[in-house]
């Protein structure tokens, strides 16, 4: 297979930046921009497109016919794979934590996957937290048959897509004081991070419970670039409930947003990331004379 050229790998960089007129932070002198990269790609918006691509230009160079990954029950990461895999003609196998789905109806998140020719591959829980050792990783690809495919991690993070994600942040310099994006498995963060300007901060919302991202980002960190790069930090406190979990309260302010600013709000990230910065700004947490910029990291 050659190398792609121009086609599936394309992007529209840079994104769109826009601002968002919002009564809820101009009422504390807080200017807020809305950083539209779930436009930078038509088929892998956002954080997507930024980790994958140097993933699968280095898969199509290294003559790799399929893809491996992993991910939950209503992985976006699963998903975009599945459909990248599509775009460039490659196998996807998804190893899916919690063999007891295996059987049932597949929710809309696994079906997207399976109608973009994803093979998956369920497995139960205890194994699938073993797959960052070495030993229960091969164990975990021969199971599936994925022995011999490129494996993109959980959620696409490795120092390939830092260098990706790093490019995000070259795109904002200057542009704001604070660039705000939610984390999953931190990788975007931490490439977002050391993209940005001296004196620009980024700032990370977690979308799942537990507290663990800290060590996750500086060891991404470590492995991409040598060592911390660029400041940043975590809000935590604002995943309601975990990932996937969209209770009503949060169903309705992303309805909400989406009317006031005309786009569609994507639920498990994107809702999550703007509800907890219109709750910091409401507590103070900005300065009067901040420009804040949210990335819009994917689409519903």
């Known amino acids: 297979m050659n190398a792609p050229g121009p086609g599936p790998l394309d992007p529209r960089p840079p994104s769109p930046l826009v601002e968002a007129a919002d009564e809820r932070f101009a009422a504390h002198g807080v200017r807020l921009l809305l950083k539209r990269d779930d436009l930078v790609h038509p088929g892998l918006p956002g954080n997507k497109w930024r980790k994958l691509a140097p993933n699968l230009r280095a898969a199509v160079a290294g003559g790799h016919r399929a893809l491996v990954t992993f991910g939950g029950a209503y992985s976006n990461h699963l998903r975009a794979t599945a459909t990248a895999g599509r775009l ?74 830092l260098a990706g994600c790093a490019e995000l942040g070259r795109e904002l310099r200057g542009e704001a004081d604070v660039v705000a994006v939610a984390c999953g498995t931190g990788g975007t963060l931490a490439g977002l991070a050391a993209g940005l300007d001296p004196g620009q901060r980024a700032l990370g919302v977690p979308v799942l419970a537990g507290g663990f991202l800290d060590g996750e980002i500086r060891s991404l960190q470590h492995a991409a670039f040598g060592g911390p790069a660029g400041d940043w930090s975590l809000a935590e406190g604002h995943h309601h409930g975990g990932y996937a979990r969209v209770p009503a309260a949060l ?39 901040t420009t804040l910029a949210a990335v819009v990291t994917g689409r519903p």
Not at 129 to 137: D, I, M, V, W, Y
Not at 257 to 286: C, M, N, Q
């Open 88 to 161: 460039l003609g490659l196998e996807t196998v998804g190893i899916v934590r919690g063999d007891e789905l295996a059987g049932r109806p597949l929710n809309p998140s696994l079906a997207g996957c399976a109608a973009d020719g994803m093979r998956l591959h369920f497995v139960p829980r205890s194994q699938y937290r073993g797959k960052s050792e070495p030993a229960a990783l091969a164990r975990l690809l021969a199971g599936a048959g994925a022995a011999d495919a490129y494996v993109v991690p959980e959620g696409g993070s490795n120092a390939l897509a």
């Open 251 to 289: 169903e309705a302010f992303a309805a909400d947003f989406g009317d006031r600013h005309g786009f569609p709000v994507e639920r498990i990230y994107v809702a999550k990331l703007l509800w907890a910065l219109t709750a910091l700004t409401g507590s103070g947490a900005f300065a009067p004379g």
